[in-house]
């Protein structure tokens, strides 16, 4: 029983060590398993009626009195059922028979396999495991994220330099649940943000979107000076042109008074970034006269863009 002492021993720790007691009830034996020790008990089912009960791992093991209160002696007769005797009445043993007979007591918390009221059988094996739990507070970090801009102009003129990001902080309360010494489960019960992380900032090229062609056309059927302003996707990520496309690069919005819809056009501004190709699919309030509304990939780009003074050539009239 110096097993079984050492186990209570070790119950009031707070995060109490690995105890895994299997009491297995065989043919001919009922056996406590620690996984450092094995402790038999054999019962000599011929000496049930007289009142006795054997503790050893062998069937001619010491012959001990069961008169006390607390006494079981169980019989297991050729077809491995099992019986309880005290005060030499016959009735039906227990799993809470057996953990009593083997002096182990579970705690509040503990996981025992079956009810204490379960009737034993032949074969079955009893586990009780050493069960715990423990609030813990850790600090975690928060991964950051990247935000992707595309840019056009910005990107040609090298107005723009990528930010690097930084993960943030957090303070998190969970509660752990032990079996056996060992982590089983873990619930986060609170969080609180120490520090928000940073994103990273990468601007993206896209100039290959724009159609450049061999340059500036050699044949067309109007020139003029025009002015350039900029405009990308709205809030939610999506325009729709006055034309029922989608907005893309390559796209304008004009004055249809001055620029028929569906115009094919060529536009270079005087600083000498070339939007290229491109075709009046749109128009705006703001657009009137002269002006011109190119397509730019981010909001980013268009600040930066601004107004500015351009060529336009009229390659083809829209119908």
Do not use: W
């Not at 030499?88 to 009221?117: C, F, I, M």
């Not at 990520?237 to 249809?256: C, H, P, Q």
């Not at 270079?268 to 509304?293: H, L, P, R």
């Amino acid at each position: 029983m110096n097993l079984i002492k050492r186990l209570k021993n070790i119950r009031p720790g707070h995060i109490r060590g690995a105890v895994c007691i299997c009491l297995i009830v065989a043919v001919a034996c009922c056996a406590l398993f620690n996984k450092d020790s094995v402790i038999s008990y054999a019962f000599d089912g011929a000496s049930a009626d007289a009142g006795y009960k054997y503790i050893a791992g062998e069937r001619d093991a010491e012959v001990v009195d069961s008169s006390s209160e607390d006494s079981i002696i169980c019989n297991l007769d050729t077809y491995g059922d099992v019986s309880s005797y005290v005060y030499g009445e016959e009735e039906s043993a227990t799993v809470g028979d057996l953990l009593s007979y083997a002096q182990v007591d579970p705690s509040e918390g503990d996981v025992v396999n079956y009810s204490l009221s379960t009737p034993l059988s032949a074969g079955m094996t009893v586990s009780v495991q050493d069960v715990s739990y423990s609030i813990q507070t850790v600090t975690e970090s928060i991964p950051h994220g990247t935000v992707m801009i595309p840019t056009i102009y910005g990107a040609q003129n090298d107005l723009f330099d990528d930010v690097a990001g930084s993960d943030g902080t957090m303070s998190v309360q969970k509660a752990v649940k032990y079996v056996n010494g060992q982590v089983e489960e873990e619930v986060i019960v609170s969080s609180t943000v120490i520090s928000e992380p940073v994103d990273a900032v990468v601007y993206v090229d896209q100039s290959e979107l724009l159609d450049l062609g061999n340059g500036a056309p050699v044949e067309y059927v109007d020139k003029f000076e025009a002015e350039l302003t900029a405009y990308t996707y709205n809030e939610v990520g999506d325009s729709i042109t006055a034309s029922g496309e989608a907005a893309r690069v390559g796209y304008v919005a004009v004055d249809r008074s001055v620029i028929p819809m569906h115009s094919y056009l060529y536009i270079v501004t005087d600083s000498g970034f070339v939007y290229g190709y491109c075709y009046a699919k749109d128009v705006g309030g703001a657009v009137k006269g002269n002006i011109i509304d190119i397509f730019l990939p981010s909001t980013e780009d268009c600040i930066q863009f601004g107004r500015r003074s351009a060529t336009c050539y009229v390659v083809r009239y829209g119908s």
